[in-house]
T-cell receptor, first 115, second 114 residues
Framework: GAGVSQSPRYKVAKRGQDVALRCDPI?????LFWYQQALGQGPEFLTY????????KSGLPSDRFFAERPEGSVSTLKIQRTQQEDSAVYLC?????????????FGEGSRLTVL | GDSVTQMEGPVTLSEEAFLTINCTYT??????LFWYVQYPGEGLQLLLK?????DKGSNKGFEATYRKETTSFHLEKGSVQVSDSAVYFC?????????????FGTGTRLTVIP
């Protein structure tokens, strides 16, 4: 597709369930980011991939959060044993290069609600 | 550490009014500065950017100037339209990581009424 695609758009999980969120970046984009956006807040960085290498995971809030990008394209963010505080919109973004001056292209996000 | 302080909203303006949304930053080194916009039901998209001091970014009638002396990057538009109603985020690159990882402000919701 032309843009960054995320699925599912909406996910409701019971506390304790595991969830997996998928991101299809723009074809050929080297960099891929995951952000978490709580209601009324700005996006908060979670993790960064350059191709298949996870270069920065300093924003992952706990070891229940895990991300992968095994072939350097599609990425999955997995949250184990979900808690209510995990409720947020999870945004994926990609960019063609690795420069700090480049534009990030965002998907519409996956809204997770944990009951 | 790096941070962005953004004018709190919400902001409500009449069509054709002048808009300013304030943004100040704290950063080591020389970050690039950005304004992203989120229209209702859509993903974040880049509005404009500036990569060094005194640069002016502009797009769709919006402007912002990278002011190193005041560590500011205020967003302005001379005459807003109803279609400008959205949430606006000021952001900078996290220089410590060396990558284009963005650090965002909390966002300012703008509503323009006819």
């Amino acid at each position: 597709g032309a843009g960054v695609s995320q699925s599912p758009r909406y996910k409701v999980a019971k506390r304790g369930q595991d969830v997996a969120l998928r991101c299809d970046p723009i074809s050929g984009h080297v960099s891929l980011f995951w952000y978490q956006q709580a209601l009324g807040q700005g996006p908060e960085f979670l993790t960064y991939f350059q191709n298949e290498a996870q270069l920065d995971k300093s924003g992952l809030p706990s070891d229940r959060f895990f991300a992968e990008r095994p072939e350097g394209s599609v990425s999955t963010l997995k949250i184990q044993r979900t808690q209510q505080e995990d409720s947020a919109v999870y945004l994926c973004a990609s960019s063609p290069g690795t420069s700090g001056t480049g534009e990030l292209f965002f998907g519409e996000g996956s809204r997770l609600t944990v009951l | 550490g790096d941070s962005v302080t953004q004018m709190e909203g919400p902001v409500t303006l009449s069509e054709e009014a002048f808009l300013t949304i304030n943004c100040t930053y704290t950063a080591t080194g020389y970050p690039s500065l950005f304004w992203y916009v989120q229209y209702p039901g859509e993903g974040l998209q880049l509005l404009l950017k500036a990569t060094k001091a005194d640069d002016k970014g502009s797009n769709k009638g919006f402007e912002a100037t990278y002011r190193k002396e005041t560590t500011s990057f205020h967003l302005e538009k001379g005459s807003v339209q109803v279609s400008d109603s959205a949430v606006y985020f000021c952001a900078l690159t996290r220089t410590q990581t060396g990558a284009n990882n963005l650090f965002f402000g909390t966002g300012t919701r703008l509503t323009v009424i006819p």
